[in-house]
């Protein structure tokens, strides 16, 4: 079994429109066929993904599949005068009783395909008919475990008013997923299979099911603190997460201003015709939200008037060289009085030492978060009774 995926054709969608890209993919599909035997199979799974099976042994599989992907980069597609080329990568796997039935082998041949992507695309990747599973197959079993079992660790860390007149204590939560020995996986090595295989959005749940359970025993003690919760690209879109999301808030005790939700300014671009109407929902039940890692890239500014943001994440990147380097102190600076002007408060991230903090102090930014300004520590760690190991200046890193 075959999974291939076609690379750069959302390019033709987006820049010629969906009937030059439906055209492309009849050209493309009887273009594959004059590679198949008559008795083999070539489907469209969805979008520019195409599930093939062939009749030939795994060696011969990924050869056809090599002429596949060269065949497919060769042809060249022409609509209202412009000319596109694309891609494929292809992942193959062996078909056997062994591995299940056909939702297992798909998931293994999408797994083998997101390995030829990862590698560079324009590739096949077989996986080997020994049994043997790549790094992401692996990866993608312990993600699902760890939801299964409970294997995830919320960790937090300060984020501290400049001006520090503040009563409420801010945390933003940073998850880590915990292996069998003890050891805690960054997000890096977790979430773009979780990403891969639409397991996000039960991602963000469970966080936000344990963030807010966690908060009411905090709150029961009398400890006063707010929680800013990172929600994915995937959960902006999903209307069934979002009404579980108002449910679990609803049902707590915990009052929606002490919940801020960060998302980041490249899904906000990629999302703005659902994301406002997510928003919206969400603080109609006064939870707050952050605009985060703002100024990774080419921003645009007109979408902080267009959507309901309470905070301003400035981007680590930029934070980092406000010390030395007068462009970004002056893109930053930039930044801080734009909401200032639009009533946006701002944070500054990645602040790891005492002179950055004094540059952010001297702009006037709001808020700053970073490991020289506090370490991280387990959410768990303000309820009596938590088996905390107390600060984990270990993870030193700012990926959220």
């Known amino acids: 079994m075959c999974f ?13 429109g969906h009937p030059a890209g ?3 993919l009849r050209e493309l599909v009887g273009l594959m066929r004059t590679h198949l035997c008559i008795n083999e199979v070539l489907g469209r799974l969805g979008g520019d993904e195409f599930g093939v099976i062939l009749t030939t042994g795994q060696k011969e599989a990924k050869v056809v599949c090599e002429r596949l992907v060269d065949a497919i ?8 005068g412009e000319q596109f080329k694309v891609g494929a990568s292809i992942g193959v796997v062996e078909i056997s009783s062994s591995v299940g039935d056909v939702n297992a082998h798909l998931v293994r041949a999408d797994m083998a395909c997101y390995a030829a992507k990862n590698n560079g695309r ?3 990747y077989s996986i080997d008919s020994d049994g043997s599973e790549s790094r992401s197959l692996r990866r993608l079993d312990l993600v699902k475990n760890a939801l299964q079992k409970n294997c995830y660790k919320l960790l937090m860390q300060s984020i501290q008013s400049t001006a520090g007149t503040e009563s409420v204590s801010r945390y933003e939560l940073l998850l880590r997923l915990e292996t069998e020995d003890g050891a805690l996986l960054e997000p890096l090595e977790f979430l773009p299979v979780a990403k891969r295989f ?3 959005q039960k991602l963000d749940s469970w966080v936000v099911e344990n963030a807010i359970s966690t908060l009411e025993k905090i709150n029961a003690e009398g400890k006063d603190i707010a929680l800013s919760i990172n929600l994915s690209a995937n959960t902006l879109t999903d209307a069934d997460t979002l009404q579980h999301i108002v449910s679990v808030i609803v049902n707590s005790s915990v ?13 906000a671009i990629r999302n703005m015709d659902n994301l406002r109407g997510f928003m919206i929902t969400l603080k109609a039940h006064g939870v707050e939200f952050a605009l985060d890692d703002f100024g990774n890239g080419l921003s645009s500014f007109s979408y902080l008037q267009e959507l309901p943001i309470t905070y301003l994440k400035i981007d680590g990147e930029l934070i980092r060289r406000i010390a030395y380097d007068t462009t970004s102190r002056h893109i930053t600076e930039s930044f801080h009085l734009l909401c200032k002007k639009l009533g946006i408060k701002t944070v500054a ?7 950055t903090m004094d540059c952010v102090k001297d702009i006037g930014i709001d808020y700053m978060q970073g490991f020289g300004v506090a370490n991280l520590f387990e959410l768990c760690s303000f309820v009596d009774g938590c088996k905390s190991p107390g600060a984990l200046i270990s993870f030193k890193d700012d990926v959220t």
Do not use: P, Y
């Open 4 to 16: 291939l995926d076609l690379d750069r054709f959302k390019q033709v969608n987006d820049s010629a």
């Open 22 to 24: 439906d055209q492309l």
């Open 73 to 80: 980069s060769r042809h060249e597609f022409r609509w209202d």
């Open 122 to 124: 324009n590739q096949v």
């Open 198 to 200: 639409s397991l996000m």
């Open 255 to 267: 009052a929606g201003d002490k919940i801020c939700f960060d998302i980041t300014e490249s899904s």
């Open 349 to 355: 991230e990645s602040v790891e030492d005492v002179l």
